[in-house]
């Protein structure tokens, strides 16, 4: 069977929110149940669920399973979690499914960042011994990945501010934004540095979230849905850890992912990129190839709303949501994680 | 120039103290019991579709999957039964407060469906602590009530207001009352 | 002010409380023979890389290689003392984990004789002090503790 047969058929995710009132529990509750609803199903029909989320952030070991009530675990399900955005959750069901058994998954991923300081916790996702001790946050760390980038030619300030601009611009559209709205890229490039030579508008804002996606295979998504988003391919990679042996303004293991996807460096309609920092939207942009004039980012990206461990799962959202409600025909969405693009995952879709 | 193995034992172990601290707003649910369990009063809410007790309530039955909310409030009882308990004796770790053997118990509160947990049973020797004892909340004195503990992830005890829980006297509970509602 | 969400359990809530929870965790980490070398290195002033696969010297010296995967063995090669900013960033508000409590740069800094870069903070007092391309000079502190920041910080070295 072709893992090509595999389709996101309902998707759902909460607004990017600086302070949400509910539990994470309950941000996944309203989210899953959005997506079952979307996908026709009932929630018994659902051959494999896979989570993404970070107890680190959540604030306590195994928080994670408390996240399973939200799925709906009793009787019993079977399940799995990656201490990952939701993207990569998405990427093991969809591996799942290609067993052949089941023809239904569910994937999620979630978090709150309002109740920690995120600078504090994801220097803890850094080498314990040479890196964490020193508490490069990722504003740091990013700046001189900026730094680079400028250094090496192929990017200005004003490109940096003009990425913004077109983030905040696009996010007027999309109802799940935090950050939105007409800015002048003058005007961003007259505020202060915050971490030069980033200002504050080149960081992504602190957010809550939530987000889930449905997938099903061959007929079955075609029963469910009249224009499924078909996954034509997906890989993830990653680089080596240490910022200082490779790169940093470049992202091999995107480009390297982009190419197992299957992604030929084609038209695309859409390219939901998770591109956290300005100046990543350029990096990664040259990393996965893609042509001048895709549109990047219409919902607004990273950069309008941030709910670490779902803000991936979401631009698969935001792009699968093109295909499957807006005409669009083939669109590349793009996940990372850890420091400075050192994992990333690529995830090809197509209408039929 | 080759630089030789570490000689020191001390070199062969770095130290380092990871510490991260959290500051959640309680969901409005929860932070509807903190408002009652000051003023003695435990609520829950009662699922609409399986009609199930949550203590504290968590704005959602995980059972049905299915919203709760103030509509769906009830009040439950401070007395129960003991459903589960162990005594543990302390282990020095960093945090580590205890110094003597203490209970760790759940108590299933008349009314609700999800025992209380992380309770201390006091007025009762240890080895005559056993399930089935029907128990009532010792309540420390409203001024003295302390409600920091208490968090959206389940955590937090309730011994800042809720002191322990002592024997009612009364008959033990048969084990059809509880063998659902263990943990 | 949050707006509504979808699930809203009562709309006449009392003020939340916040609740504040502490994680710690004391780890005593063991560092093996290639990490407990250069820590014991920076105890004494030094840095020390290691040879990479293909003959490279990497700061901070790996167990393994980065490519290939290979164990890259204990014997390390003295670095330095000077060093080469790579690539920087100007912290102008310190936080409480950073190595430094003044303004500094997060920086990646090739010490002579490496061929890669390790990141470390530069001391150099003012953002207008600080390029790429800035000759750096390792401090060390007086009382090492045996972290990485016993290397307290690069200075300007020209």
Known sequence: MAARDIAIIGYAQTPSQRDAIQSEVQLLVGTITDAVTMAGINRREIGFTCAGSCDYLTGGPFAFVSNLEAAGSWPPISESHVEADGAFAMYEAWMRLQEGDIDIALAFGSGKSSPSNPAEVWAHQLDPYYLAPLGADPVSLAAIQARALLDSGRATERDFAEVVARS???????????????????????????????????????????AAVIMARGDKARELCSRPAWIRGMDHRIDPHQPGVRDITTARSATMAA????????????????????????????????????????????????????????????????????????????????????QNLVCLMEGE | MSAESPARKEEMVMEHLVSLTYRERL??????????????????????????????????????????????????????????FTIITPVAYYGQQATDPFVYASVLLDGASTPVGGQDITGVAHDRIHTGMRVRAVWRPPAERRVEGITNRGWGGLDAVIESFEATGEPDAAPEAYKEHLF | MPGPGRICSNPTV??????????????????????????????EGRVLGIKGSDGRTLVPPPEYDPETGESLGVDLIEVGPLGTVQAWAWVSNPLPKHPLDRPFAFALIRPDGADSAMLHAVDAGDSGNMRTGLRVRPRFKSEPTGLITDLEAWEVAE
């Open chain 3, 14 to 43: 009392t003020e939340l409380r916040t609740s504040e929870t502490k994680l710690e965790f004391p780890y005593s980490r063991t560092t093996g023979p290639v990490i407990g070398a250069f820590l014991a290195g920076l105890r």
């Open chain 2, 27 to 84: 969901t409005p649910s929860l932070n509807r019991f903190v408002d009652r369990i000051l003023e003695g009063e435990l609520i829950g809410h009662r699922c609409p579709s399986c009609s199930r007790v949550y203590v504290p309530p968590k704005g959602y039955c995980p059972l049905c999957v299915v919203t709760t909310s103030a509509e769906d409030e009830v009040q439950v009882s401070d007395r129960g039964i003991l459903t589960g």
């Open chain 1, 168 to 210: 905040r611009a696009r996010a007027t559209a999309n109802p799940n934004a935090q950050l939105s709205g007409a800015v002048d890229v003058d005007a961003l490039l007259a505020a202060p540095y915050h971490t030069a030579p980033l200002r504050r508008h080149d960081l992504p804002p602190i957010s809550d979230g939530a």
């Open chain 1, 259 to 342: 190419q197992k996807a299957g992604y030929d460096g084609g038209p695309l309609d859409v390219a939901e990129i998770s591109a956290t920092f300005s100046p990543q939207e350029i990096i990664l942009r040259e990393a996965l190839g893609l042509p001048d004039g895709t549109e990047i980012n219409p919902s607004g990206g990273p950069l309008a709303g941030n709910p670490v461990m779902a803000v991936g799962l979401i631009r698969v959202i935001e792009a699968a949501a093109r295909i499957i409600g807006g005409g669009a025909d083939r669109a590349l969405a793009h996940a990372t994680a850890g420091p400075l693009l050192q």
